[in-house]
Each structure stands twice: as C-alpha cells, then as structure tokens.
C-alpha cells in the first residue's frame, strides 16, 4: 500500500511491552515534549531520535509513516515492529504498559 503526504498508516493496536522503543521528535514541538515529560517522569530508557538533527532518522519515519509528523513511537520486538502516533495515544501506551 502507499500512501501520499496527507495520509498515514492506521495507528497499531498494541497490547504488550515492547523489547525497545524509539521515540521519534524534535525540541520545539510541544506535543514531543509531553511525551517526553512522561518519559522522564517514569524515569523509562527510552532512545530519542531527533528528526531534525539527524537526516536519516526523518528519512526512516518518512519510510515507515509516509510523513515526517511527530511524536511518534516506535517498539521493536525480536518478531514485529509498530509505529505509534499521536502524543495522548503514546501516553496512554507508556502509562499502560511500563507504569510501576
């Protein structure tokens, strides 16, 4: 399937841990910050990959999304990846799964 730049993929429906996650983002966006707050208020290990600073990281959520909007999650597990959109969305994952 392709998708042009006003359509992306449909967010995953996740239900698990994920063995790694990336968050794809940038400083100046607020709702990368929220989700960066919670991160760090979680106290999680977490890659960054900030899409302005580094080329190839947009060009593999471009690849991946169809666009370059952020935040995004990714989880990588040893069988399957997902990309997960939208800062409240990402949230409610984190709160979900990784809460003490």
């Known amino acids: 399937m392709f998708w042009n730049r006003t359509s ?8 698990s841990r994920a063995e790694k996650l990336i968050l794809y983002h940038y400083d ?7 989700v960066r707050k919670v991160i760090d208020q979680m106290g999680l290990d977490i890659e960054y990959r900030n899409i302005l600073q580094n080329g190839e990281h ?30 409240l969305d990402i949230v409610a994952y984190l709160k979900e799964y990784y809460a003490d």
């Open 8 to 15: 992306s993929p449909p967010a995953p429906v996740v239900t």
């Open 28 to 34: 100046g966006c607020f709702f990368c910050h929220r």
């Open 58 to 87: 947009r060009q593999e959520l471009a690849e991946a999304r169809g666009r370059t909007t952020v935040p995004v999650l990714r989880g990588i597990n040893k069988d399957d990846e997902w990309w997960m959109p939208e800062s």
